[in-house]
């Protein structure tokens, strides 16, 4: 993966802390070459995030939230003046009050909803709107989605219909983009022990779960999602868009549990 994309610059927003996948790929892409802009949401998470931007020689750590729009504002003023183009955009935030990622998806309130879709979806949308006229010369955007977006996983509840919606974007941009040269696509990991992935109900034993039926016997990595969003932004990827790429050793082909776990 040396130098895939050298010369290249993107924004990864969404980084928490040093688990969160935003930041195995941020940190891969970063070993590939790339120049590497992020976002943190308040002074707290930024003593987390700022700290590991200077790990990975950011030029650009801005507070950032899609819920405010003014500060988007400046983050992405900030990279034109800095940059004045971008090669790529990682998008990999999502949020549902964790009251509501147990127990039954009936009993979903309306502004949770409404915030989930807002937060998890909407803001693909937003951001890619915002970088789209510094993609200059083509580009790669990618977000993060889960198998709960079309098959019914304990607890995901309302996020596994704001992943549907995501899922459903990415098609959309991939296709308002593509004269552009612009490519759009979503990774879609196997369960991973994140600080997101731990506010949903029954987070361990669905780890164990599909760590012990995948067919690779192991749940992936934040190594194997970062390289795959490598690839994604490299010129290797450009004739990928619209996909759901799926990495979480081959759990999503499977119709039962592997016969030992029957």
């Not at 030029?59 to 899609?66: K, L, N, P, S, T």
């Not at 989605?145 to 995901?156: A, C, E, K, L, Q």
């Not at 309302?158 to 098609?171: D, W």
């Not at 690839?231 to 790429?245: N, R």
Request: with cysteine; charged share 20%.
């Amino acid at each position: 993966m040396t130098n895939l994309l050298a010369e290249k610059k993107g924004l990864v927003f969404g980084v928490a802390n040093d688990r969160s996948i935003a930041w195995g790929i941020a940190r891969e892409m970063h070993r590939a070459g790339a120049k590497i802009a992020l976002n943190y949401q308040k002074e707290q998470l930024g003593k987390r995030v700022i700290p590991l931007g200077e790990q990975i020689d950011s030029e650009i750590i801005v507070e950032a939230d899609v819920l405010n729009p003014e500060s988007l504002d400046k983050l992405f003023d900030e990279i034109d003046v800095k940059w004045g183009s971008l090669d790529f955009l990682v998008h990999a935030i999502a949020f549902s009050d964790k009251s509501e990622l147990t127990g039954n998806f009936i009993n979903t309130s309306k502004e949770n909803f409404l915030l989930s879709l807002n937060i998890s979806c909407y803001s693909l949308i937003d951001l890619t709107r915002r970088s789209v006229p510094l993609m200059k010369s083509g580009g790669s955007i990618i977000t993060l989605t889960f198998i709960g977006s079309n098959r019914v996983t304990p607890n995901y509840n309302v996020m596994g219909v704001a992943k549907a919606a995501l899922e459903s974007t990415v098609k959309y941009l991939a296709n308002d983009l593509g004269k552009d040269g612009i490519r759009v696509n979503a990774i879609s990991p196997g369960p991973m022990k994140t600080l997101a992935g731990a506010a949903i109900g029954s987070a361990r034993k669905t780890f164990r779960h599909t760590e012990s039926n995948a067919p690779m016997g192991a749940n992936s990595t934040l190594e194997h999602v970062g390289g795959t969003a490598v690839y994604l932004a490299s010129d290797y990827g450009a004739s990928t868009t619209g996909e759901i790429i799926k990495v979480d050793g081959g759990f999503h082909i499977l119709g039962m549990p592997q016969a030992e776990n029957l």
